[in-house]
Nanobody
Framework: QVQLQESGPGLVKPSQTLSLTCTVS??????????WSWIRQPPGKGLEWMGA???????YYGPSLKSRTSIARDTSKNQFTLQLSSVTPEDTAVYYC???????????????WGQGIRVTVSS
């Protein structure tokens, strides 16, 4: 069963770049037919799909954060990453990585999700 684990700093200062890594086990991020996504949930708000990278390395971004978001991967480490630039306190959220055969991941069991990492933007 695939497992995903988010990692990165829990506190980022305003105007800095938020950088997170998703480490995948029991599957390869190059497995045909899957998308590997980043999703966030600000406090008291719903889930927001930020973007994804496909098994072939194609990258897709959600419209609202596209100008500040960068997704990449390291196939040698079986990891994919998220960078969000020029953060503000409004970027405070729980950030999740997920896998699905759809671009926007579904809840378990169709989609596989990491446990999430809480990131606070504050000086």
């Amino acid at each position: 069963q695939v497992q995903l684990q988010e990692s990165g700093p829990g506190l980022v200062k305003p105007s800095q770049t938020l950088s997170l890594t998703c480490t995948v086990s029991a599957d390869s991020i190059t497995t045909l037919g899957y998308f590997w996504s980043w999703i966030r949930q600000p406090p008291g708000k719903g889930l927001e799909w930020m973007g994804a990278i496909g098994n072939d390395g194609s990258i897709y971004y959600g419209p609202s954060l596209k100008s500040r978001t960068s997704i990449a991967r390291d196939t040698s480490k079986n990891q994919f990453t998220l960078q969000l630039s020029s953060v503000t306190p409004e970027d405070t959220a729980v950030y999740y990585c997920a896998r699905d055969d759809r671009l926007v991941p579904r809840d378990s069991p169709q989609g596989s999700w990491g446990q999430g990492i809480r990131v606070t933007v504050s000086s």
